[in-house]
């Protein structure tokens, strides 16, 4: 089992629409959680943190989180063509080990077609 | 502020040879982590340094080392270099304000191709 593992891609959505990426994790014991954005040929940009159980919102971005079932999601509200790109899922874990390591799902390519 | 830089964008070596990468972090940000990114594996923890210290480790080869000045820049350097090596390394940097937090801000990379 991967320890972080993203929904199978890819997601393509009208403009306008809601999009879901989803995202869990293996590891009980990870307290941060991170949503980025990798446009091709450009480097991951962060866009999301959560740390608690509940929901974060950001502009048109709502992160979730939920410890007891190990998942994590990102809506992404009203799409536009700009925001096709992979998503990438990233956990962290809480010292020791986990010092500066961001443990990476394989991201979800989404497209946004007008 | 600006932003993690890294320096050079391109390279490409030869098999057997050695190179250097380096990373200076946003200004005020003490840990630099690195990651190495290919189609295949996607992004993987190479290493991470804080003060000067490597407190954490992947599961790379020896080849694969790094380390941070006092300045908190840091280098990572890969020696005897395979062709399996091509890919886009990574720096990224964070402020570490609690236990818990690692917000990471990436730089652009550097693209690496071993022929």
């Known amino acids: 089992q991967k320890e972080v593992e993203q929904n199978s891609g890819p997601l393509s959505v009208p403009e306008g629409a809601i999009a879901s990426l989803n995202c869990t994790y293996s590891?009980?014991?990870?307290?941060?959680f991170f949503w980025y954005r990798q446009y091709s040929g450009k480097s991951p940009e962060l866009i999301m943190s959560?740390?608690?159980?509940g929901d974060k919102e950001d502009g048109r971005f709502t992160a979730q989180l939920n410890k007891a079932s190990q998942y994590v999601s990102l809506l992404i509200r009203d799409s536009q063509p700009s925001d096709s790109a992979t998503y990438l899922c990233?956990?962290?874990?809480?010292?020791?080990?986990?010092?500066?390591?961001?443990?990476f799902g394989q991201g979800t390519i989404l497209t946004v077609h007008p | 502020k600006a932003g993690v830089t890294q320096t050079p964008r391109y390279l490409i070596k030869t098999r057997g040879q050695q190179v250097t990468l380096s990373c200076s972090p946003i200004?005020?940000?003490?840990?630099v982590s690195w990651y190495q990114q290919t189609p295949g594996q996607g992004l993987q923890f190479l290493f991470e340094?804080?003060?000067?210290?490597?407190?954490n480790k992947g599961n790379f080869p020896g080849r694969f080392s790094g380390r941070q000045f006092s300045n908190s820049r840091s280098e990572m350097n890969v020696s005897t270099l395979e062709l399996g090596d091509s890919a886009l390394y990574l720096c990224a940097s964070s402020f570490i304000n609690s236990p818990v937090n690692y917000e990471q801000y990436f730089g652009p990379g550097t693209r690496l191709t071993v022929t």
């Open positions: 959560i740390y608690s159980n």
């Open positions: 990233a956990v962290g874990g809480a010292g020791g080990t986990s010092y500066g390591k961001l443990t």
């Open positions: 200004s005020g940000h003490r840990s």
């Open positions: 590891d009980r014991g990870s307290q941060s």
């Open positions: 340094y804080f003060s000067e210290t490597q407190r």
